[in-house]
């Protein structure tokens, strides 16, 4: 026993001492100006662009490897003139067993501080899928005067490559880069065998917000494919983010969202063409807005209970499965759509049960024609994010009630037009319905549609006790301007007037009365146009 411990020591040691040996021969094993040659031809024709780096150096310790410094990737002259990828440093291991029998073979590649710009033309392309291996000849391998080679392969084939502090940056051609992308990037992919699908995991963040985005059961399969965007891709990404207020603040919308979010996409497709199917969850959305014709406080809030966003990512955009919501003690539900370029969204089987108005439109908006009770809507719309409430599009149909009026405008417009009924009434009949008695409604009901903002109803019809009013016209839904022709019922008798104006500014025209007793027809005329 003795005997085999002392001969294994000394074969450990001769190993160690080889190896040792090796290691301190790389910078003479190695042909740098060759291996300066070779890895710039190599990336050239792996990736169909001119690379180039400022230095390369060889070092033997901790282990041998090869050192880049300040790696280029150009870019496709379709899509721009700056670098699509800058590398502070490359640094490739060099495979131990190898060296020492003198033969150098390239082993993991690590990138610290990648920093990728990703670039969409006007069609939808983007740039990085255009990378693919240059129909040139392939580079040949390293020369070998000295006693060193590359192993033989056009491409190096590394069995791992880590991203280390990358980032990666979103914008158009000849436009800006968008304020979302990504940082923090630390991505490991491994490669076990040949002809074998790539492992990848890692993580990153989505600034701003500092959204974690976490990479895990990853595969990229390379073979057969004709470019780095053609390679299939699985995989599953989680995401999770304290509070997305950041990130929504940074889309530079009127209405700040605050929320804690949680989800899961699975991915699959290519790299250059993949879609997501997955769900994300809020918990107690916070929305807020500043309303300046609000009494203080200006800035005012809504809280929704809960929202739960099942969607799929694809190459054109965002689209959810129905989501469900938990608004003011009701329900909302929908199908969305956002465009890829964050421009357009859509809103689609939209489905409102049992939502109390007042925390809506009379807390959160303050609208000047707020009414109360509860909300049931179907129907369907469109819009700009920039500006929402002016691009607006769609059509649907409403029922609210019972409930009051309660709107600043809306009630004057009561006193107003429903007042002229109430008067016709007193005058036939002393002691009728009281204005407030009209202001507390049975419902309010409408179909309409809405085009560049402006919604349009034929049918609107206010019910109040024995007070019926009908109304048709529109109402702008940026500045709340209204025309409209109304006609109220009450009893035998019948006012018809025209509303117009904006809040603040309305007139109530009349245009026409009917009475079922005319015998007081002259004294209520000198009222009504005195």
């Known amino acids: 026993m003795g005997t085999v411990l002392k001969w294994a020591l000394i074969a450990g040691a001769v190993l160690v001492g080889l190896a040792l040996a ?31 780096y400022s230095s390369l150096s060889v070092s033997a310790l901790p282990l041998p490897a090869v050192r880049l410094k300040q790696l280029e990737v150009a870019e496709d002259p379709a899509f721009g003139t700056a670098p699509l990828l800058n590398v502070r440093e490359g640094r490739i291991r060099i495979r131990l067993l190898p060296l020492l029998s003198g033969h150098v073979e390239l082993a993991d590649l690590i990138l610290d501080e990648p920093r990728l710009s990703l670039v969409e033309a006007a069609d939808g392309r983007l740039n990085v899928t255009t990378l693919r291996p240059s129909g040139a000849t392939p580079p040949p391998r390293a020369p070998t005067g000295r006693p060193a080679g590359v192993a033989p392969s056009s491409i190096p084939l590394f069995k791992s490559v880590r991203i280390v502090n990358g980032s990666v940056r979103y914008g158009r051609v000849g436009g800006p880069e968008a304020a979302v992308g990504l940082e923090g990037i630390n991505i490991r992919l491994t490669h076990a065998l040949a002809g074998q699908p790539l492992q990848v995991s890692g993580e990153a963040l989505v600034q701003p917000g500092g959204i974690r985005v976490s990479l895990r059961d990853a595969t990229v399969t390379p073979g057969g494919a004709r470019s780095l965007a053609d390679m299939p891709l699985k995989a599953t990404v989680d995401l999770e983010a304290a509070d997305i207020a950041p990130m929504t603040a940074a889309l530079d919308a009127p209405l700040a969202v605050s929320a804690p979010m949680k989800g899961r996409l699975d991915v699959t497709g290519t790299l250059g063409r993949a879609t997501a199917t997955g769900a994300m969850s809020f918990d107690r959305v916070r929305l807020s807005m500043e309303r300046p014709h609000c009494s203080a406080p200006t800035r005012r809030e ?95 149909r409403l029922r609210v009630g019972p409930g009051k009026v309660v709107g600043s405008e809306i009630v004057n417009l009561v006193r107003e037009v429903l007042g002229l009924g109430t008067t016709v009434a007193g005058l036939i009949r002393p002691g009728g ?30 019910r109040a006790g024995d007070v019926n009013v009908r109304a048709s016209g529109t109402y702008a839904l940026a500045d709340g301007r209204v025309a409209m022709e109304v006609r109220l019922n009450q009893g035998g008798n019948q006012v018809k007037g025209l509303v117009s104006g904006a809040p603040g500014s309305l007139r109530v025209v009349p245009t026409g009365v009917r009475l079922q007793d005319t015998r007081d027809l002259r004294k209520f005329l000198d009222r009504l146009f005195r």
């Not at 109360?372 to 002016?390: K, V």
């Not at 009281?434 to 019809?461: M, N, P, Q």
């Open 302 to 396: 809504l809280v929704v209970d809960s929202v739960q966003l099942p969607l799929v990512l694809g190459p054109t955009g965002i689209e959810s499965a129905p989501v469900t919501a938990a608004v003011s003690s009701g329900t909302v539900s929908l199908r969305a759509t956002v465009a890829l370029d964050g421009r357009t969204a859509a809103l689609k089987e939209i489905g409102i049960k049992r939502m109390d108005l007042r925390p809506v439109l009379v807390d959160f908006l303050c609208q000047p024609y707020a009414v109360t009770g509860t909300l049931e809507l179907s129907g369907e719309m469109g819009f700009r994010l920039d500006d929402a409430w002016r691009s607006l599009g769609g059509a649907g």
């Open 22 to 52: 090796a290691m301190a021969a790389v910078p003479w094993l190695v042909d740098t100006p060759a291996m300066q040659a070779y890895i710039g031809q190599a990336a050239a024709h792996a990736l169909g662009r001119p690379v180039k």
């Open 433 to 462: 319905p009281s204005e407030r008695s009209v202001l507390d409604f049975d419902s309010i009901a409408a179909s309409y549609t809405i085009a560049a903002g402006v919604a349009r109803t034929e049918d609107l019809l206010y």
